[in-house]
């Protein structure tokens, strides 16, 4: 499943930095894109769920940890 959710980013977002953990559909998402310029956590975390949907829907992704930063927050 992680390669699927690597693969639903990859086609859906430009990024600079992204990792995908867990198991047993409780995923963390750790991404790094300048598409979340100027944009708030929950519109972040809009954009990564939108993508995401489908798998959300079956149940195959259960609980979803999302961090979503911007190249610049990412190198503080």
Do not use: P, W
């Not at 990859?10 to 598409?35: C, N, P």
């Not at 929950?42 to 979803?64: F, M, N, P, V, W």
């Amino acid at each position: 499943m992680k390669d699927v959710i690597t693969k639903a980013l990859t086609e859906g977002i430009e990024y600079d930095k992204l990792t995908v953990e867990g198991s047993e559909s409780k995923y963390e998402v750790k991404i790094v894109s300048d598409v979340f310029d100027k944009k708030s956590t929950i519109q972040r975390h809009k954009i990564i769920y939108a993508l995401l949907d489908s798998y959300i829907k079956t149940g195959e992704i259960h609980a979803l940890t999302i961090k979503a930063m911007t190249l610049s927050e990412s190198e503080k």
